[in-house]
């Protein structure tokens, strides 16, 4: 009975022998244990492990975990998702505030600004300038002319403005004036309110271009002033005048007219600066643009400096189709094109206008007021060829010249009308013309008339010109005077 027992060292009790206090303490706490043999089931004093239940398996019974009800976030969460939104929000709000200053302290932002500033400080005792009298800070001493000649002295917009300075004139595109900054240098300021379209990069990468621009017929750009609103050109003093007014405003004096070799001289010098522009800006249709007696300056030996050239791509289009003299032509008035030939009809135009002493746009007005108009080339059209001296030419003119200047002077009144053909194909080119111009020897002639003309010439007019007689120059004042605030 007891064999199926036997070797089990640790059993004890009932049938067997009683359980010692050292076998109880020392038997192993075990589940029941079945026997080898028989299959029969012994359990011991021991702990017994906890069996489960159904409801261990029953999901909707919480479990040990999930004792505490559903999930809910703590404290700390609430606080660490609290700090990031936070610190995210003051992050934007400072990109914001960083993007904004810079905005406001960009070199357009700056140079827009400064001038007024500038003006206050040329103003002096006079009052100061708008706005409760600014200081000029650092910013607006920063601020300078931008100049594209190394063989120029340099100078500020601060001499400029305080120079002693005289109104020339105020023409389409703005006004003119004489700046003195020092007895050898004296410069005129031309002021550009019809440039206001064209951005900062573009507009000094044509000033940088026509910086680059060298001929002796061309006056020289010298530096320049970008303003969102409007522009500053310098260029050196012509003394002598524009050949406007010694066309027409020297015979409002009494004053002798332009010699036939003088004219010639003229001519050819405004041929020979005409075909250099075409050649170094071919990009552009109309290389000058704006041709006209008014644009042409002249020094004390009467060579010809062409003014205002090359300006259609910084001058806003509405302004530039108003007031240029390229979209005068009959190209533009017919079709609405400019072409490569535009500038040759305004050259034709011009020594026209030299040799007849009248206004080449519109220039007949029959019975007064209420009579047809005829632009000049028709006119001198319907005048027969072998008249064109005793009719057709200036007076003066046709008085000094001789039977042998003559046959030049009528040559160069075919050429005149060679350059005015409606028919832009019958037209001649820059080259044709220039070529045939340097095969005569005469000069030009120039007439007078505010709607035409710009406001260099007029200048001149209202300044005496450098040309003797008439001196009717206004009083010098310091240029900031009229810069005030350059507004």
């Known amino acids: 009975m007891n064999a199926p ?81 936070g610190v995210a929000v003051c992050g934007i709000l400072a990109a914001a505030f960083i993007l904004t200053r810079c905005r406001n302290q960009s070199p357009e932002h700056k140079q827009d600004a400064a001038p007024e500033s500038h003006a206050a400080a040329a103003a002096g005792g006079r009052g100061g300038g708008r706005g409760g009298g600014k200081k000029l800070g650092a910013e607006a001493a920063a601020v300078k002319l931008s100049f594209v000649r190394e063989d120029r002295g340099k100078f500020e917009l601060t001499d400029l403005l305080k120079a002693s300075a005289e109104i020339l004139g105020a023409g389409c595109f703005g006004s003119s004036y004489k700046a003195a900054l020092s007895p050898g240098q004296v410069m005129v ?13 573009e507009f000094h990468e044509h000033m940088r271009r026509l910086g680059r621009l060298k001929h002796t017929n061309l006056l020289p750009l010298v530096a320049y002033y970008y303003r969102k609103e409007e522009k500053l050109l310098v260029h050196d003093f012509v003394p002598y005048g524009s050949l406007a007014v ?147 030419v200036d007076k003066e003119l046709a008085e000094e010249i001789d039977n042998h200047n003559e046959a030049e002077v009528v040559e160069m009144v075919r050429i005149g009308l060679g350059c005015c053909e409606a028919d832009v194909e019958r037209r001649f080119d820059v080259k044709e013309a220039v070529e045939r111009i340097e095969e005569v020897k005469v000069n030009d002639r120039d ?22 007689g008439g001196d009717r120059r206004r009083p010098s004042r310091e240029l900031s005077a009229d810069f005030s605030g350059i507004s």
Request: hydrophobic residues 35%.
């Open 447 to 468: 007439a007078f008339d505010d709607d035409f003309y710009s406001s260099y010439s007029e200048s001149t007019t209202a300044a005496g010109g450098g040309g003797g």
């Open 5 to 85: 027992r036997a070797g089990n060292k640790g059993l004890c009790g009932k049938p067997l022998e009683e359980c010692t206090a050292a076998q109880s303490s020392s038997s192993p706490a075990s589940a029941p244990t079945a026997s080898a043999a028989g299959g029969a089931t012994t359990t011991s004093k021991s702990t017994v492990q906890p069996t489960p239940t159904d409801e261990d398996d029953d999901p909707t019974v919480p479990t040990a975990a999930a004792a505490g009800g559903p999930w809910k976030p703590s404290t700390a969460s609430i606080v660490i998702v609290a700090i990031v939104v």
């Open 189 to 201: 300021v031309k002021r550009f309110k019809q440039m206001n379209n064209v951005g900062r990069e």
């Open 246 to 392: 010694h066309l027409h405003g020297h015979q409002a004096l009494g004053q002798p007219s332009l010699e036939w070799e003088n004219r010639l001289k003229i001519i050819k010098g405004v041929a020979r600066g005409l075909s250099y522009l075409h050649k170094e800006l071919p990009t552009l249709i109309a290389a000058h643009g704006h041709l006209k007696s008014n644009n042409v300056l002249l020094d004390e030996n009467f060579e010809p400096y062409l003014t205002d050239y090359a300006l259609i791509p910084v001058i806003n289009q509405e302004s530039a189709q108003e007031l240029m003299v390229a979209y005068k032509s009959p190209e533009y008035l017919h079709h609405g094109r400019v072409t490569k030939k535009t500038d040759v009809w305004a050259l034709g135009m011009l020594i026209l206008e030299i040799l007849t002493g009248r206004i080449p746009s519109t220039v007949l007005k029959q019975g007064g007021g209420g009579g047809e108009e005829e632009d000049l080339a028709a006119w001198v059209r319907a005048v027969p060829e072998e008249k064109w001296v005793c009719e057709a």
